[in-house]
């Protein structure tokens, strides 16, 4: 009785391995190449966008005006990843994606949106460059993996370019939050006081401050993750050229 067993447990590894090979159906498919086509597109536009105010201006301060829109449509837009996971068209987890996805547009709303004083910030400009590079780079990534034609340039891109945009932009996020901080003590943004029907208080500046020190010990884990994936992608891709 044990060997039929055996088989069928063997049978339905590999019918579990076959169906994630396979990966999502092909309406999913062409669904999601639609999806990361217009997203390329889109962080596209804004990196167009900013370059041209630049050349027009002739300079980088308050860059951010010229790309405001199209940055929190597209920004905003990448809310429907979570989804993607969550419904298994996509094989990523929910909850990392969720966190990458919704601190981003908590950025990009409650803070930069919100504080207004800091939109003319260095800082700004700074996460909002790394985030367009590493968007384009990233879409194109799904993009042509979907396709089943993916060039090198743009896998070696994909976990290259992070060593140094991933620094740059939790930089500036970091600036960018620190910024607001005098502004939303002041004006008490977002914060809730006792007494109130609900007997609940919320501070959004201590918010913030919690939301800054949560980066110690999350971007280092993150940032080694991308590192052991580069090494595991890319040896594999030169083991596979010298053969």
Known sequence: MSAPAMGTTKTAHSD????????PGALATAYLVIYNVVMTAGWL????????????RGSYHGLYFS???PLKFFQTGALLEI?????????SSVVLTGFQVLSRV?????VTHSVREVQSEDSVLL???AWTI??????????????NHLPYLIKWARYTFFLVLYPMGVTGELLTIYAALPYVQKTGLYSVTLPNKYNFSFDYYTFLILTMVSYIPLFPQLYFHMMRQRKKVLAHVEEYKTE
């Not at 536009?45 to 027009?56: C, E, K, N, Q």
């Not at 908590?106 to 409650?110: G, K, Q």
């Open 127 to 129: 996460f909002v460059s």
């Open 83 to 91: 989804l993607h996971c969550a419904v298994g068209i996509v094989p």
């Open 134 to 147: 590493t968007e384009i780079i990233r879409y194109s990534f799904y993009t042509f993996s979907l396709l």
């Open 16 to 23: 579990v391995a076959a169906k994630k090979k396979r990966g």
């Open 45 to 56: 536009v804004i990196a167009v966008g900013l370059v041209r105010a630049y050349l027009v």
């Open 106 to 110: 908590f950025l990009t709303w409650a």
């Open 67 to 69: 790309i405001e829109k």
